[in-house]
């Protein structure tokens, strides 16, 4: 296969594994199968093979809002995590391999499903200490149901939960009721972790460890150095929760974005979220290598606040980012619009506005397709419009794509995740641990 230049710095690092980190081996058929797929044809995979001690046999389960699967270069594999409303919110984390088709879980969920514990921390018994650690609750006034949701969230945390030096995790350190990941997560292979700035454990607050444990909050040890922020470095199955003490965004907001940015080898961070108060808007590269973040400023020094809210030439929340070193832009979708973000100008515009296309990270999988230097979008639950997209910065327009072969499986109540392979030239979607990959032009 001779690759487009865009895609040589992940093919280049995937060659590099590490003898630690020996490359999965490839299921000959499943590679005859890629090999063999024509321009503009999607097709249905095999039955996936799933492996992980204690891993459930279908694979892992399918969170909303979770749609981002992200690539790792040098593990030629794809990762994947995040939390439901309701239904799972497990810290266990999945790895995706093409080659040979399998899911394989490389953490498993450490204190089981903790969907449990949203209703008595958000809405419950301690709603009251959630941004105030020294509230009180006086629990002769609670009703029956949080009575009883706290005493089982009580439980559950004496067995499920430990503060180690200040860092408030499961007993295999990780963090606690994840958070969707919208669009917040990225890989960065110089470091070889994936980053979660959006912050994948809201429950991992010190003022409920004191509470539950029954230790006085000033008598417990807390570490302020820790930040919303977390990492997974797949080579150890290990979560980190992110430290720092310099200069970085707050990180909040739901539906912030976070991708890496090849030639600059940083990942930007970029929320526009009305969703909270006060609202969030922030811009900001991460030098995982220095651990260093620095601000931005688009547009000849505007904030984000105007550029998306007044301008509306940057998106608001809930966008999907991706990047083309080819042209070095980052480009976003939401609903019918399109944006840019120039990384050499450092200016954000709105170039497209289609109302075929409706894009929205609760529904939609968004990926830059290096070897063809297109971004393709999927909508496979929309009863309106193209299920499968291609926009293109040559043109700044979208192309609705009728593809050849197999539909794209699962339903309307499906929730789907996805990614682009560069190794093997194919947007990669699983619905319901069903796979389906797509080329959109052989190279």
Known sequence: MKANPACLCVLFVAATLTAEEPKRADDPKIIE????????????????????????????????YCNKMVYAPDRETALYMGGSHQTWRGNDVWEYHLGSNTWNQLFAPDGGNHAHLKYTLYFGALKSIRRDPKGKVDESTLSRKDREELEKTRDWWKKNVINQKGNITTRKGGPIMNAHTWDGITYDPLVKRVLWASGAGPASLPQYH??????????????????RMWMFEPAKRAWIHYRHTGPMPQLRG?????????????SIYYVAATNVSPPAFEMWTFDAVADKWQELKPNGGKAISVLASK??????????????PQHKKLVAV???????????????????????????????????????????????????????AAFSLKTNSWEPLKWQGDSIPGGLYVNYMGYFDPLHNVFVLDGGNNIWVYRYRRN
Request: aromatic letters at 10%.
């Open 254 to 266: 739901m539906g912030a974005s976070m991708c890496y940015i090849d030639d600059l080898k940083k």
């Open 210 to 227: 004191a509470y539950l444990m029954g230790i006085p909050f000033d008598k417990l040890e807390v570490d302020p150095t820790y930040t």
């Open 334 to 388: 939401l609903k019918h619009d399109t944006f840019v973000y120039d990384v050499v100008r450092n200016r954000w515009a709105k170039v497209n506005t289609d109302t075929r296309i409706d894009a929205h990270d609760a529904r939609t999988i968004f990926a830059y397709d290096c070897i063809n230097d297109v971004f393709l979008l999927a909508n496979p639950r929309t009863k309106n419009g193209p299920k499968l």
């Open 33 to 64: 199968l890629l090999k063999n797929m024509r321009d503009n044809e999607g097709r249905r995979l095999p039955k996936v093979n799933v492996e992980g001690v204690g891993a459930p046999k279908r694979g892992p389960y399918h969170r909303d």
């Open 311 to 324: 301008e509306k030439v940057a998106p608001i929340a809930e966008q999907q980012m991706a990047y083309s």
